[in-house]
């Protein structure tokens, strides 16, 4: 048995702004420079994808994408920021749920697991 | 803005064991010692309560609660010992990545946040 736990960030009205599935999305557009790539990767419509997008800026209050003309979509520096702060966050809170994890359940297990 | 995380056991075959739902339940039937009531509580069926409880037993390998005439029905003790060990998880892992969210987006928020 293991702990699988979910990050999400939440504005003050407790409404998602970012979690995993948008954290895929902006790596997605950051590697392929486009989001009906990104979209299509992920067996999503382009709408879907651009709605969620969309979404979280407005939560946020800044773009997160910009696309140019001949450039393809790009994050905004606000995106990448967040893309890290955000990647940051998951890896030192796995770290740390873990570690609780072992102590509660990895000495003392309970019985059949 | 704050974090919102979700702690899920897996068995190692990836498969969900037990989460907020499911701590959710047992802490209802442990109140009202009656599964028919918690389940109205929750407004869900009966079978679809009964359902997650006996798919949790399977994979753990042993029962979480029992029914006993005249008395209801009732944690087991390892149904109180899981209920016990998933709410100090939670409470752990909360605190543990509430200062993780601080030490990341506390000091230095993103712009608009």
Redesign the interface.
């Known amino acids: 048995?293991?702990?699988?736990?979910?990050?999400?960030?939440?504005?003050?009205q407790?409404e998602h702004?970012f979690g995993p599935g948008r954290f895929r999305i902006l790596e997605l557009i950051r590697e392929l420079g486009s989001m009906n790539k990104a979209a299509q990767q992920l067996g999503m419509s382009y709408r879907g994808l651009w709605s969620r997008i969309r979404l979280t800026e407005k939560r946020?209050?800044?773009p997160l994408v910009m696309t140019e003309s001949g450039r393809g979509t790009q994050l905004t520096p606000?995106g990448e920021?967040?893309l890290k702060?955000y990647s940051?966050?998951r890896s030192?809170?796995q770290a740390?749920?873990d570690a609780?994890?072992q102590e509660?359940?990895g000495d003392h297990p309970?019985?059949?697991?």
């Not at 048995?1 to 003050?12: A, P």
């Not at 309970?110 to 697991?113: A, D, K, L, S, T």
């Open positions: 048995m293991h702990l699988k736990s979910t990050y999400r960030l939440e504005n003050d407790n702004v946020l209050g800044f606000e920021d967040l702060k940051v966050l030192r809170c740390a749920d609780v994890y509660i359940f309970i019985p059949g697991i």
